[in-house]
């Protein structure tokens, strides 16, 4: 036996209760395995897997985490096995996994989540029920993977206010954008190639239209701003009706789309959102391809910084939830949940999405005829919209029409959808006006 060895039989034991063994709880498990000893170095205690839930306990599965380990697909076995720690959730929804959560937070027993739909949905609630018992609910993973910025907010940068949050939170919406910037394709044929690369699910939604990465800004919102914006306020848009040719075009004036999540403060009060935008090709996030995240944090003593990562996996995942595990098994340290002195933060002073002010991209397609981009000026004109730039592009048949593009110095939203309205009932419209952000 070695002195490590040897040291390790001394260390307390924390117990775990998994729930779900699918990628992520795997990859705790191997986690767990491989770094044991580094882990007891910094923690002076040994984790355990002590008990596992699963939906089907016939699967064949290809690594478990001790032989003592019981897997069971009762919840309330898992919920009244004795001696557990700390409940690790893993299984996602707002079912079963808010059944668990609550029940194990009223017990005294500590938990860890990745679960953001439910942390978006019920956090405020679930915080306030963690405060009660005095047990922590730390949820590392839920937001960008293995990229440490639940911590990083909630710590690092805890003297700092946030004037600024930008990022890109989805891995499969940005692998996508990537492949059609990269390759010229269209959104379905890239869709296609995410799922067949394990980047997109069945069902894609989620990411797709901006919900996956609207229910992690929920959460950093909480923890940069200390103020609860519900998720069902945020402006969600996402990148399903994404054509090739706008991002070809935004290309030629240097621009490229990606898929952002946002919020800033202006005037005490909060603009926020989640949609398809386009950032100058210089822009530290214009370099972030493929599936994986980045965030850009503005603090107001410390400025800029960008945390880039894999945003999903079963090792980075893990290492998230690892990470929590460590945090809540640690002597002497109360839980800190939120961030903030208060179980319960305050609701945010919500900015009117239309109040907020931006560059913008538009894309008209109109008849081949005079006068037209003089007429779409005018409009713009009428609505306090400065255009900065200008191409006209002709499409393969007179039939489809002509493209012209505006580029427009900063503007509200509101005035830009009071335009778009005018200009849609213009008889030369021949298609629905494109338009997109410029960040």
Request: net charge negative.
């Amino acid at each position: 036996m070695t002195v490590h060895e040897d040291t390790l039989l001394n260390q307390p034991t924390i117990n775990l209760g998994v729930a779900g063994f699918g990628t992520v709880g795997t990859g705790l498990a191997k986690a767990i395995r491989e770094n044991s000893a580094w882990i007891s170095r910094r923690l002076g205690k040994v984790l355990h897997i002590h008990t596992v839930l699963v939906h089907d306990l016939h699967k064949k599965r290809h690594f478990i985490p001790d032989p003592d380990t019981l897997f069971t697909d009762d919840p309330e076995t898992f919920l009244n096995t004795p001696d557990i720690d700390i409940v690790v959730e893993l299984i996602g929804g707002t079912g079963l996994a808010y059944d668990l959560i609550t029940r194990s937070l009223a017990r005294g027993t500590s938990v860890v989540t990745a679960n953001k739909a439910l942390l978006a949905e019920k956090g405020p609630e679930l915080f306030a029920l963690a405060s009660k018992h005095n047990t922590g609910l730390y949820y590392e993973a839920s937001v960008a993977g293995g990229i440490p910025i639940v911590q990083t907010l909630k710590e690092s940068m805890a003297g700092n206010r946030i004037k600024n949050l930008l990022g890109i939170l989805n891995g499969t919406a940005n692998y996508i954008l990537s492949e059609m910037t990269s390759r010229g394709l269209d959104f379905s044929t890239a869709l296609n190639m995410a799922k067949a690369k394990g980047y997109a699910e069945a069902d894609p939604t989620f990411d797709i239209e901006g919900i996956d990465a609207a229910h992690k800004l929920t959460l950093l919102i909480r923890l940069a701003h200390g103020q609860d914006y519900p998720f069902s306020r945020l402006a969600v848009e996402g990148i399903s009706k994404v054509q090739a040719v706008d991002i070809t075009l935004g290309g030629e004036f240097g621009y490229e789309l990606k898929l952002l999540a946002h919020v800033s403060s202006r005037d005490e009060q909060l603009q926020a959102g989640v949609f398809p935008a386009f950032i100058a090709k210089s822009h530290m996030l214009a370099k972030v391809d493929g599936p994986f995240n980045a965030i850009l944090l503005e603090g107001n003593v410390v400025g800029p910084i960008m945390l880039y990562g894999q945003g999903a996996g079963d090792l980075p995942t893990g290492s998230a939830v690892l990470a929590d595990i460590m945090a809540l098994s640690k002597e002497g340290c109360a839980p800190n949940n939120t961030g903030f002195l208060e179980p319960v933060l305050p609701p945010a002073n919500i900015l009117d999405p239309l109040l907020t002010s931006s560059g913008h991209y538009f894309r008209f397609t109109v008849q081949d005829r005079p006068g037209v981009l003089s007429a779409l000026a005018g409009i713009m004109g009428q609505h306090d919209i400065s255009i900065a730039q200008a191409i006209q592009k002709q499409t393969p048949t007179p039939e489809q029409g002509v493209s012209i593009v505006f580029l427009s110095h900063k503007a509200l939203l509101r005035d830009v959808q009071k335009a778009m309205d005018e200009i849609a009932r213009c008889a030369f419209i021949m298609a629905p006006t494109v338009h997109y952000r410029i960040m």
